[in-house]
């Protein structure tokens, strides 16, 4: 079983910048990617960014040259630094770990203001 952690969400003007972490933690998990993906009611979870083990990352085309995904192996933690948020980016961000199978996060909001 591994459990999921995540924190870092606000409240942010447009234009500025959060951190989001995403913690790990179980009996001998072995990762082979984690990342982040967001919802806002009525629509389907989309990808906002992942990263392997071995360090490859793949973002969504709306985050691209905004966000940057980041990893520490040695914790099991996953950062998503977002700069020049967006009205549009305001969701509830979830953590999402793979390891023979996926583990989510509870969740945590985004809320960007004008």
């Known amino acids: 079983q591994v459990q999921v952690v995540e924190s870092g969400g606000g409240l942010v003007q447009a234009g500025g910048s959060l951190r989001l972490s995403c913690a790990a933690s179980?009996?001998?998990?072995?990762?082979?990617?984690m990342g982040w993906y967001r919802q806002t009611p009525g629509k389907q979870r989309e990808l906002v960014a992942t990263?392997?083990?071995?360090?490859?990352?793949n973002y969504g085309d709306s985050v691209k040259g905004r966000f940057t995904i980041s990893e520490d192996l040695a914790k099991n933690t996953v950062y998503l630094q977002m700069n020049s948020l967006k009205l549009d980016d305001t969701a509830v961000y979830y953590c999402?770990?793979?390891?023979?199978?996926?583990?989510w996060g509870p969740g945590t909001q985004v809320t960007v203001s004008s």
């Open positions: 999402n770990v793979w390891t023979v199978r996926a583990y």
């Open positions: 179980g009996n001998r998990v072995a990762i082979n990617s």
């Open positions: 990263i392997t083990s071995g360090g490859f990352t």
